[in-house]
């Protein structure tokens, strides 16, 4: 084969620190669309982005030779750069240090994009924590609940 080929679709959660509600809808718009930027710098394409005050989900498609750990290490520290040059209130503002990452087949992403724009009224039924536990679950990840959250 004379080229490398690949759909790596994820869909990544990573949350404030301590699940601070950090993230306000004013705030939301402008944040998403930077790390929209970051992702495409990496070269990766975000397809939709989302969440509520104190979580964030991207669907992505990522890129063979890079690995989930960089790109998230690079959102992470780019965006935490700019929230606190652009909004003086978030100078205390960090991300957790984790993230979970699941793999999507290109038949779910609808139903990812779906769940993704949901968030908000998703969270007036579930809270983050049994959110987080249910998808790695329904994921078979392995996991000891008392390390999933700082």
Same mark, same amino acid.
């Given at each position: 084969?004379?080229?490398?080929? %690949?759909?790596?679709? /994820? *869909?990544?959660? !990573?949350?404030?620190?301590?699940?601070?509600? @950090?993230?306000?809808?004013?705030? #939301?718009?402008?944040?998403?669309?930077?790390?929209?930027?970051?992702?495409?710098?990496?070269?990766?394409?975000?397809?939709?982005?989302?969440?509520?005050?104190?979580?964030?989900?991207?669907?992505?498609?990522?890129?063979?030779?890079?690995?989930?750990?960089?790109?998230?290490?690079?959102?992470?520290?780019? %965006?935490?750069?700019? /929230? *606190?040059?652009? !909004?003086?209130?978030?100078?205390?503002?960090? @991300?957790?240090?984790?993230?979970? #990452?699941?793999?999507?087949?290109?038949?779910?992403?609808?139903?990812?994009?779906?769940?993704?724009?949901?968030?908000?009224?998703?969270?007036?039924?579930?809270?983050?924590?049994?959110?987080?536990?249910?998808?790695?679950?329904?994921?078979?990840?392995?996991?000891?609940?008392?390390?999933?959250?700082?």
């Amino acid at each position: 084969m004379s080229g490398t080929y %690949s759909q790596l679709l /994820l *869909h990544v959660v !990573f949350s404030t620190k301590a699940r601070t509600p @950090w993230i306000s809808d004013d705030i #939301a718009e402008r944040l998403y669309r930077y790390i929209g930027g970051i992702v495409r710098a990496e070269k990766g394409v975000l397809y939709d982005i989302g969440g509520i005050e104190d979580h964030v989900h991207m669907y992505l498609r990522w890129r063979p030779d890079g690995s989930i750990s960089d790109l998230m290490r690079t959102v992470k520290a780019r %965006s935490s750069k700019w /929230l *606190h040059a652009e !909004f003086a209130a978030l100078h205390d503002f960090a @991300w957790q240090e984790g993230y979970s #990452a699941f793999t999507v087949s290109k038949s779910q992403e609808d139903a990812v994009k779906k769940y993704i724009a949901g968030q908000a009224e998703h969270h007036k039924r579930e809270d983050f924590k049994s959110e987080l536990l249910r998808i790695l679950r329904a994921h078979g990840v392995e996991f000891d609940e008392k390390y999933v959250f700082d």
